[in-house]
């Protein structure tokens, strides 16, 4: 089981709109049993609130449903639970390695350093721009599916 956790500043935007485009993603190459994914907040401001009438738009629009999605905190256990903590900008990166243990940075990376551009996911929060933020998403996931596949492909043989 390859574990992905999404993490954001809220969990309401950018996290939630990646963990549930990358399940639809995975669902339709038949890879969703292969998969535990989730998103989570380095902050505690947001939650228990829903995903953002924006983001919940956004997935609508491409037939993803993320019903009954509330906001969490990410927590010191989730370091040590997932395989890949993928934070959406710098700022989440340094709130992430707060969170955890230093023998778990290995697994935190930004989204789009798998595009290889390593820029931020715009954040539709201060930009309201989320047609901007899933042109990263889907960009930054079907990167990140594929250097998962190669690296599970390279650890197999």
């Given amino acids: 089981m390859i574990r992905v956790l999404f993490i954001c500043h809220g ?14 993603l995975v669902n339709k190459k038949g890879l969703g049993d292969m998969f535990e994914i989730a998103s989570a907040a380095t902050s505690p401001e947001e939650i228990g609130n829903p995903v953002h ?27 040590e639970d997932y395989d890949y903590l993928i934070g959406m900008d710098n700022w989440n990166l340094r709130n992430i390695k707060r969170s955890i243990d230093a023998k778990n940075w290995h697994k935190v990376h930004k989204l789009l350093e798998f595009t290889g551009s390593g820029m931020d996911v715009a954040d539709p929060w201060y930009t309201g721009n989320f ?14 599916l594929e250097y998962v596949l190669r690296e599970k492909e390279g650890k197999s043989k």
């Avoid at 969990?11 to 639809?24: G, K």
């Avoid at 047609?131 to 990140?144: F, I, S």
């Fill in 11 to 24: 969990n309401i935007c950018r996290s939630p709109m990646c963990e549930f485009y990358f399940r639809d």
């Fill in 53 to 79: 009438m924006g983001t919940r738009r956004m997935l609508a629009k491409a037939g993803i449903s993320c019903e009954g999605k509330r906001s969490r905190q990410m927590t010191r256990k989730d370091g």
């Fill in 131 to 144: 047609d901007e933020t899933w042109k990263n998403t889907e960009e930054g996931c079907q990167a990140l």
